[in-house]
């Protein structure tokens, strides 16, 4: 699906979502299971809100043992608002980072810690930049690492491309990959079969986590105000999914 279907096309409410017979059969896991304390949660986010919508309340478990985590952002996240005469690539390029420090902060984690990596490669050409994706994973990465990313069958372009070049490094590196869907739940049915949902586990999140990422994604100003006349970038139905008591993850 192409991000302009994405964006014009109305979504899976989480309605539809609750009768999902395979989602209800995704095995549940507490995040202390799946990355406890001394394994490194390595995750590459491919615009400035993707960390928070993938693993918002993963992060939460993450306060105090900031050295455990790598996170990665690719882009800055400038081409989210194309052709607007508000939110410019250059305003965007400055406002969506300072908006991700903020939702980080709004984790409780500490920023002086935390080894955050900002790529600077340009929103919307990341399937350009799959083979320098690739390389630059492979030698971050440490054996027991958990490797974290969006879905390679997401339906974004720069969300695909970063999944398939975690999925390259993972296999290369022969360490553990976790992939999020986060357009998925936009675009697709309750029980598509286009989702890999053998391998669909929900990571358990208790309601101090939750509350944390919804603040965390309040920080994200840019993407959920209207601008003029267009809808929101992150629509409420689509943050009623991602804002449910788990996160989907793909292992």
């Known amino acids: 699906m192409s991000e302009d279907l994405i964006q014009s096309s109305r979504g899976t409410p989480w309605s539809a979502w ?14 202390r299971q799946l990355c406890p304390p001394g394994r490194r949660l390595v995750l590459i986010a491919p615009h400035p809100d993707d960390e928070i919508l993938m693993a918002g309340g993963l992060l939460t478990g993450f306060k105090g043992r900031e050295q455990d985590l790598l996170l990665i952002s690719a882009t800055d996240g400038e081409g989210s608002h194309p052709g607007s ?3 410019t690539e ?9 908006e991700s420090r903020l939702a980080l902060q709004q984790l409780d984690l500490d920023l ?3 080894d955050w990596r900002r790529l600077n490669l340009k929103d919307g050409q990341l399937p350009r930049e799959e083979a320098f994706l690739v390389s ?14 969006t879905w390679r069958g997401d339906g974004h372009c720069d969300h695909e491309a970063v999944g398939r070049a975690a999925a390259q490094a993972a296999l290369a590196r022969r360490v553990q990959l976790a992939e999020v869907p986060i357009w998925a739940w936009h675009w697709a049915q309750a029980d598509d079969p286009r989702l890999p949902w053998p391998r669909a ?8 986590g939750l509350a944390r990422k919804r603040k965390a994604l309040a920080a994200h100003a840019s993407q959920l105000e209207p601008d003029g006349h267009n809808l929101p970038v992150l629509r409420t139905d689509l943050l009623d999914c991602l804002l449910q008591p788990f996160e989907l993850v793909f292992l």
Do not use: F, I, N, V
């Open 85 to 87: 005469s508000h939110w």
């Open 90 to 98: 250059h305003r965007l390029r400055h406002q969506r980072p300072q």
């Open 136 to 149: 630059h994973l492979t030698q971050l990465l440490r054996p027991g690492d958990l490797l974290m990313t």
């Open 18 to 31: 609750q009768q999902s017979a395979h989602l209800a059969r995704a095995t549940w896991l507490d995040p």
């Open 201 to 208: 586990h929900r990571l358990q999140l208790d309601e101090p």
């Open 112 to 114: 002086k810690r935390l």
